[in-house]
Structure formats: structure tokens, C-alpha cells
T-cell receptor, first 114, second 113 residues
């Protein structure tokens, strides 16, 4: 089965600086890679996702890159703000007729230092 | 549009007791998923319904866990009898079909003492 590893487990960044979280996956059939943000006591919320037919996707301060050859993908947050503090989860899935069974990484607790 | 709702939000039960968690997916979503996060670990897949049918239950830990989705609307996840290692957050999620975003509920926190 799929195995997703996520690093680092904790990350502290000065406000305004960039944060990078990295994930690797094992199943070459995986083709969908979402990132979820979970604030304390709240639901995981999708912040960005990428499919295997593209190498990079950007949405304002958030970007995701995918290297299919190396089987890794990364989340980049630029100009970090205090509200970016949360736990971030990467996930991978081999989407097959609607079965988006996600395999998650262990999460990264991001703290933005004012 | 209402999101995925889960009940109860928190539950504390004694070892050996039974707990039933409920999930109401977003209206119209055929796919319903259950996930679980044990303290400090990753969010793990439990099972997937397509309407009322179990599409994939490969993540169910053992036969103490029973999930149902009668009528293809809301779903229940029963743990009977509960053990200490069942403690964690149980998330429900739903989406409409292929390539659609998966939306999560806020989770049901289960503590078995």
C-alpha cells in the first residue's frame, strides 16, 4: 500500500519568512496530492492540491511542487502570517473512479513567530 | 451550504462500553469516508461508502468496528466493545465523485478510559 512520509514534524518561522514542508510517497500510481490545514479543534481544510499531470501549482501565498520521478511533493508558504499557524497534512491518492482514498502524512505543526 | 457534520463532538466512555458516532455528509455527496487520527499520528483511512455500499473497508482495524450507511445518506460508526487504543479523533469526509475535493467534518473526539 501507499506510504507517505512528512517532514519536519514541527516548524517555527518568523512572520514574513517562508515555510516549506516536504512529503514523499511510495506508490508510483498515486496521482492526486492534496494539502490540508487543521487549526486547533477545527476540521482539516483543503488549502491546495495538485494532480500528477502538472509540476507546480500556486494560489496566492501558497504553492505546491511535485516531482514524480523522485516521488516527492512540497508545500511552500511565502510571507507567512500568524494565521498560518496550524497543523498541515499532506496526502496522496491514486484516484480511481471516485475512490479518493487518501493516505496522509503525520502532519507538520507550523508556528509563525510574530 | 452545510458542511459535513459529526455527532457527538466529544465522547468519554469506559473500556468495554459501546459508542456510536454519526456523520451527515454534504447533501448530494455519494462518497462518504471515515478516517481516524490516534494521538500524534497520521490520519488513517478506515472505510469508504459509495451511497449505501461499502466500497473499501480495508482500513477497519478489527471486528469491533461496524459502519453503516442505510439509505445512502448519513452514516454511523459503532465501536463495541471499546478498548483504550480506540481513543482518538474520528473524522468523516465526503465528496461527490471522481476528482472532487474531499470535505472533512470537525471530527468526533473519543476517549476510552
Amino acid at each position: 500500500g501507499e506510504n507517505v512520509e512528512q517532514h519536519p514534524s514541527t516548524l517555527s518561522v518568523q512572520e514574513g519568512d517562508s515555510a516549506v514542508i516536504k512529503c514523499t510517497y511510495s506508490d508510483s500510481a498515486s496521482n492526486y496530492f492534496p494539502w490540508y490545514k487543521q487549526e486547533l479543534g477545527k476540521r482539516p481544510q483543503l488549502i491546495i492540491d495538485i494532480r500528477s499531470n502538472v509540476g507546480e501549482k500556486k494560489d496566492q501565498r501558497i504553492a505546491v511542487t511535485l516531482n514524480k520521478t523522485a516521488k516527492h511533493f512540497s508545500l511552500h508558504i511565502t510571507e507567512t502570517q500568524p494565521e498560518d499557524s496550524a497543523v498541515y497534512f499532506c496526502a496522496a491518492s491514486s484516484s480511481n473512479f471516485g475512490n479518493e482514498k487518501l493516505t496522509f502524512g503525520t502532519g507538520t505543526r507550523l508556528t509563525i513567530i510574530p | 451550504e452545510a458542511g459535513v457534520t459529526q455527532f457527538p463532538s466529544h465522547s468519554v466512555i469506559e473500556k468495554g462500553q459501546t459508542v456510536t458516532l454519526r456523520c451527515d455528509p454534504i447533501s448530494g455527496h455519494d462518497n462518504l469516508y471515515w478516517y481516524r487520527r490516534v494521538m500524534g499520528k497520521e490520519i488513517k483511512f478506515l472505510l469508504h461508502f459509495v451511497k449505501e455500499s461499502k466500497q473499501d473497508e480495508s482500513g477497519m482495524p478489527n471486528n469491533r468496528f461496524l459502519a453503516e450507511r442505510t439509505g445512502g445518506t448519513y452514516s454511523t460508526l459503532k465501536v463495541q466493545p471499546a478498548e483504550l487504543e480506540d481513543s482518538g479523533v474520528y473524522f468523516c469526509a465526503s465528496n461527490q465523485g471522481d476528482r472532487d475535493t474531499i470535505y472533512f467534518g470537525e471530527g468526533s473526539w473519543l476517549t476510552v478510559v
